[in-house]
């Protein structure tokens, strides 16, 4: 069974910074597709990023220029760099695996990112 945990969430002020973690561990880490996304109170879960094991990274709009995704598969871990934040980015940011053969999600617990203006 897939295991993910996240790690580097936390309260910081508009225009901050925070670089979120997630090591995985029970994959054959370098096939999946991995990915980040968040929900905020009251809203439902929407994609951060997702990075491939191969090929182009995926973004939303709203976080596009000032998140980056990356991945270490030699540590079996992905990483969202979080710049300028922003309140509306104030959120439980969770990590995603996508089971290369089918696509199936796995996920971890999440981690909270708190904005503050």
């Known amino acids: 069974q897939v295991q993910l945990v996240e790690s580097g969430g936390g309260l910081v002020q508009a225009g901050g910074s925070l670089r979120l973690s997630c090591a995985a561990s029970?994959?054959?880490?370098?096939?999946?597709?991995m990915g980040w996304y968040r929900q905020a109170p009251g809203k439902e879960r929407e994609l951060v990023a997702l990075?491939?094991?191969?090929?182009?990274?995926t973004y939303a709009d709203s976080v596009k220029g000032r998140f980056t995704i990356s991945r270490d598969n030699a540590r079996n871990t992905v990483y969202l760099q979080m710049n300028s934040l922003k309140p509306e980015d104030t959120a439980v940011y969770y990590c995603?695996?996508?089971?290369?053969?089918?696509?199936?999600?796995?996920w971890g617990k999440g981690t909270l990112v708190t904005v503050s203006s």
């Open positions: 029970r994959i054959i880490f370098s096939l999946f597709t």
């Open positions: 990075i491939p094991r191969s090929g182009t990274t």
């Open positions: 995603v695996a996508k089971r290369p053969s089918d696509g199936m999600d796995s």
